[in-house]
């Protein structure tokens, strides 16, 4: 079964960058649409970036503009880049496809 795993986060001044990936053990994304998704402390998961199959990518309106979701070409890693990060982008991200998880990595916003 194929494996996902998150990186890249960690604790960041508001206004601060990070660079997340979700590496997978096989070059799944190439064919497989993905999600970005984040949970904050008491709240539900939700979808941050998304990126079809095609390439074609959609943002949630609270990371428009700061966000920007990528792939490799040998479909091997998807990248989230955050750029002018926000106390309340603090939480645990995930990437996800073909109904998969990764075990998430946690990206912490203060100063």
């Known amino acids: 079964q194929v494996q996902l795993e998150e990186s890249g986060g960690g604790l960041v001044q508001p206004g601060g960058s990070l660079r997340l990936a979700c590496s997978a053990s096989?070059?799944?994304?190439?064919?497989?649409?993905m999600g970005w998704y984040r949970q904050a402390p008491g709240k539900q998961r939700e979808l941050v970036a998304s990126l079809t199959e095609g390439g074609s990518r959609s943002y949630a309106e609270s990371v428009k503009g700061r966000f920007t979701i990528a792939k490799t070409a040998n479909g091997y890693t998807v990248f989230l880049q955050m750029y002018g990060l926000k106390p309340e982008d603090t939480g645990v991200y995930y990437c996800?496809?073909?109904?998969?998880w990764g075990q998430g990595t946690q990206v912490t916003v203060s100063s």
């Open positions: 096989e070059g799944i994304f190439r064919r497989n649409a």
């Open positions: 996800r496809t073909r109904g998969l």
